[in-house]
Nanobody, 116 residues
């Protein structure tokens, strides 16, 4: 059964750091690009970062460049999002995602709250 399970969210003060993890199962993880999205209350879901299947290429939303780093460990079927210098506007539910020719797959999300 295909699953994406995010973890690592929580409450952090502005300027702090968190590392999110997404453990994948039920498919050949190393064959697929992986994405992190986020959705803040009242806003549309937005793409935060992407990484190629072997990890050689990454892309970021302008709003997180130089603060967030996406990485993956194909031996562990896990994709990470290291988030530094967090701002209140980074508060959102963060989702792990990948897509095939036929479908989009999502995890359940993990809440990140940046507040003093």
């Amino acid at each position: 059964q295909l699953q994406l399970v995010e973890s690592g969210g929580g409450l952090v003060q502005p300027g702090g750091s968190l590392r999110l993890s997404c453990l994948a199962s039920g498919f050949t993880f190393s064959n697929y690009f992986m994405n992190w999205y986020r959705q803040a209350p009242g806003k549309e879901r937005e793409l935060v970062a992407s990484i190629s299947n072997l990890g050689s290429s990454t892309n970021y939303a302008d709003s997180v460049k130089a603060r967030f780093t996406i990485s993956r460990d194909n031996a562990k079927n896990t994709v990470y999002l290291q988030m530094n210098s967090l701002k209140p506007e980074d508060t959102a539910v963060y989702y792990c995602n990948f897509r095939t020719r036929y479908s989009d797959y999502w995890g359940q999300g993990t809440q990140v709250t940046v507040s003093s």
